[in-house]
């Protein structure tokens, strides 16, 4: 996608973020804007460095650790996320080429990552509100036990909680969800909410989210 595509979209996106903010009595600068770089080449993501982004998020290990390096070394240094199921088998590369996880859906994987790591590694427990077969994710009456073991992992540092809503043609459905995930953030107390897409980020921006990951509002529909 041309560069000037990217901007525009990136300056859409930022109104309807602002707007979901006033709305929500919020201010802007409490969305992080991760792009979800996922089948996007290096060229668009460079685009939409150029442009202002700092966040790109990657759904699978493999294509994260090929496009890394063609982005050259840049100043300051994007944050990598990995928004996507991580495999066990995995953690390793994970560990060398994503600065956070958003998907952290078992005890058994948080501690592979706790033995991988030789620091504190800023990690979201993914749950699955919406109970869906094809989705990861710790069952929301489960997943304070859950964080109860896993907080106590010396390498890991448990940022906050994350989500994927039902697909849906009216967002305004999947309000609950993001609502539920909220509820369960502030009883564990932690910050981050990692919630809504390019279909249902504004409902998600006006419960609470902190985190937003958008692909197709940046770089155009999938090929």
Known sequence: MPPADIQANLDTLQKRITSACRRAGRSSTEITLI????????ESMMAAYQCGVRHFGENHVQEGQRKWPLLGPLNPPPVRHLVGHLQSNKVKVALEHFDIIHSLDSVDLGEA???RSACRYPVLLEVNIGAEASKFGFAPEVVITAFERISRLPNLDVRGLMTVAPMTQKPEEVRPVFRELRMIRDLLGLKELSMGMTDDFEVAIEEGATMIRIGRAIFGERA
């Open 113 to 115: 990552v706790n033995r």
């Open 35 to 42: 792009a979800v770089s996922k089948t996007v080449e290096a």
